[in-house]
């Protein structure tokens, strides 16, 4: 089986900062993309960044120059700076990868969540 396992979140005042990571374990022979997506209470998941096996890059517009994701391939690791952290920012944040576990069909990379870390922002 495979596991997300998050970490970093927290409570700030605005303006500060956290690091957020998230570590894969399990069965993996590739991930594909992986990414953190975050949800408010009341309001629907929706995206924050996203970065693929090669380092290219997604961020919601608004979060652009505040927040910067980054991997690690060999440790199976995403994580996510943030900055600039406004009270909106306050959500859950998951971490989300495409994973390719072995003995699943050649090739085929599933979507996988981790159980999410809270982030409050004070204003």
């Known amino acids: 089986q495979v596991q997300l396992v998050e970490s970093g979140g927290g409570l700030v005042q605005a303006g500060g900062s956290l690091s957020l990571s998230c570590a894969a374990s399990?069965?993996?022979?590739?991930?594909?993309?992986m990414g953190w997506y975050r949800q408010a209470l009341g309001k629907q998941r929706e995206l924050v960044a996203t970065i693929t096996h090669i380092g290219r890059k997604n961020y919601a517009d608004s979060v652009k120059g505040r927040f910067a994701i980054s991997r690690d391939n060999a440790k199976k690791t995403v994580y996510l700076q943030v900055n600039s952290l406004k009270p909106e920012d306050t959500a859950v944040y998951y971490c989300y990868a495409e994973i390719y576990v072995a003995g699943d069909a050649y090739g085929v990379h599933r979507g996988y969540w981790g159980q999410g870390t809270q982030v409050t922002v004070s204003s």
């Open positions: 399990g069965s993996i022979v590739s991930i594909s993309v």
